[in-house]
Nanobody, 119 residues
């Protein structure tokens, strides 16, 4: 099992910044990829950004140039630096960890942290 604990959400004005953190614990070996997803009211959960164990990153187009995902392997923590926030970034943000065990892909989720951007 992998436990993920997020922190750093809150209320910010448009144009502001927030940094989300996600600390992983438990059976963290073989975590191939970690990432952030978000879900706004009435919408499906969408991928925001991912980072592989090798450091490769991927972003949804709407956050490119504004958000940066990074990881500190020594602390087993992944971060999402969010700059130039917009009201449409308002959502619950979830941390995700994906493990590969043989041919299986196992996904673990945090409890979510609310990000609210006021106009």
């Amino acid at each position: 099992q992998v436990q993920l604990v997020e922190s750093g959400g809150g209320l910010v004005q448009a144009g502001g910044s927030l940094r989300l953190s996600c600390a992983a614990s438990g059976s963290i070996f073989r975590i191939a990829q970690m990432g952030w997803y978000r879900q706004a009211p009435g919408k499906q959960r969408e991928l925001v950004a991912t980072i592989t164990s090798g450091g490769s990153t991927n972003y949804v187009d709407s956050v490119k140039g504004r958000f940066t995902i990074s990881r500190d392997n020594a602390k087993n923590t992944v971060y999402l630096q969010m700059n130039s926030l917009r009201p449409e970034d308002t959502a619950v943000y979830y941390c995700n960890a994906e493990k590969t065990v043989g041919t299986l892909r196992l996904n673990y989720w945090g409890q979510g942290t609310q990000v609210t951007v006021s106009s």
